[in-house]
């Protein structure tokens, strides 16, 4: 069974940096590609930014690209997002998930290209 964990979240001030971490246990974790989604009270889930399985690729929405950083250790089953420069619209639970496919470095940005998702982890941004 496949079990994402993610941490790090927090209140932090606008300006501020937060980092999320994303633990993966139960299948080859660096078979696949990693992405990072955000949802807000009310909103649909965004993509914020994705990662392919050995990280040649990287993409990042328009409005986190410059502040966001996404990457990935696979020796320690893990991805990580560096957030810099929060704003308060980056307010948002933040879920990590795995693309259902293997070795592609094609990024996807739709929640339908992820199979599996951790719970998630708040950000909230105060101005």
């Known amino acids: 069974q496949v079990q994402l964990v993610e941490s790090g979240g927090g209140l932090v001030q606008a300006g501020g940096s937060l980092r999320l971490s994303c633990a993966a246990s139960?299948?080859?974790?660096?078979?696949?590609?990693m992405g990072w989604f955000r949802q807000a009270p009310g909103k649909e889930r965004e993509f914020v930014a994705a990662i392919s399985w050995n990280s040649g690729s990287t993409y990042y929405r328009d409005s986190v690209k410059g502040r966001f950083t996404i990457s990935r250790d696979n020796a320690k089953n893990t991805v990580y997002l560096q957030m810099n420069s929060l704003k308060p619209e980056d307010t948002a639970v933040y879920l990590c998930?795995?693309?259902?496919?293997?070795?592609?470095?094609?990024?996807?940005?739709?929640?339908?290209?992820?199979?599996?998702w951790g719970q998630g982890t708040q950000v909230t941004v105060s101005s």
């Open positions: 139960g299948r080859t974790f660096s078979s696949y590609g």
């Open positions: 998930a795995t693309d259902y496919r293997r070795f592609v470095q094609a990024i996807g940005v739709s929640p339908e290209r992820y199979e599996y």
